[in-house]
């Protein structure tokens, strides 16, 4: 005899009915069991990938909105993410027009930096390779994984231990975190390099430094609101707890003399070279 709920997948390409009726009109991702309409991983991933190519289905007025309100209104580019988990069964992003943007952002603020440091062309060719697969995918990869997996293991419910943080989403949250560090770090902090931050005055080392607690701050509070929202998590003001230490560095480095923005610039420069 046939159950009601049927969990095995079926032919039929409508099957929102039920998935509604499970979620019960709650944003929050229902059992893979019981979700008819769900993608692997991988073809999730086929999905994006090949959108990449597809400039004229990207929604690139979309991705600018939300990278403005990732300054001003962060929470309202979360809010987006419910939308979609509630219209495509998926927290994460199926549009690559944030990430499209994100790496012209890169390749613009590199040529300042280039500028800057005064390197050569292949010296900007590799800064720019760097800056992409290592700071900004690389070490995504690495705090999207972690953050996924101390998710999932120490911050879900109880009462939603079928349901997980999808990993996609904990990149999106990386990405949302990482374009206003790099508007600060990579764009702003270029305006006043060569003309105050880069002196052994005191007032140097005082506004370089602010700009990496302000930058990595931001990053960490971003980061929170993205957890934050998931209505399956619980304690994620652990998150935060990262400022505390933040704040204590940048008033040991002002209080010993070390310039940040000086190491980090002479980092930048002495390994593309």
Request: glycine share 4%.
């Amino acid at each position: 005899m046939q159950t009601k709920y049927q969990t095995s997948p079926v032919p039929s390409r409508s099957p929102s009915s039920l998935s509604n009726n499970l979620r019960g009109g709650s944003p929050l991702p229902v059992p893979v069991a019981y979700r008819l309409d769900c993608m692997t991983a991988a073809a999730k991933r086929y999905k994006y990938l090949r959108r990449l190519i597809k400039f004229q289905q990207m929604d690139f007025e979309f991705a600018s909105w939300q990278m403005l309100y990732l300054f001003i209104a962060p929470q309202k580019v979360y809010r987006n993410f419910h939308y979609r988990k509630q219209t495509k069964s998926q927290f994460a992003r199926d549009d690559p027009a944030f990430l499209v943007l994100l790496s012209i952002w890169l390749c613009a603020s590199s040529v300042g930096f280039a500028l800057v440091l005064r390197l050569g062309f292949w010296g900007f060719v590799k800064f720019l390779l760097y800056v992409i697969f290592v700071d900004c995918i690389g070490v995504g990869l690495l705090i999207a994984t972690l953050f996924w997996f101390i998710s999932n293991k120490y911050l879900i419910k109880p009462s939603c231990q079928d349901q997980d943080v999808e990993w996609g989403y904990a990149f999106d949250v990386h990405l949302n975190a990482f374009f206003p560090l790099l508007i600060i770090l990579h764009v702003f902090q270029l305006f006043f390099y060569d003309v105050l931050i880069n002196h052994e005055w005191f007032v140097s080392r005082l506004f370089g430094n602010f700009l990496w607690l302000i930058a990595l701050g931001y990053y960490i509070y971003v980061t929170f609101l993205g957890y934050s929202c998931l209505p399956i998590l619980h304690r994620t003001h652990i998150l935060l707890y990262p400022l505390t230490t933040l704040l204590l560095v940048y008033v040991v480095t002002v209080a010993i003399g070390w310039n940040v923005s000086q190491t980090v610039m002479d980092f930048y420069k002495y390994r593309v070279l």
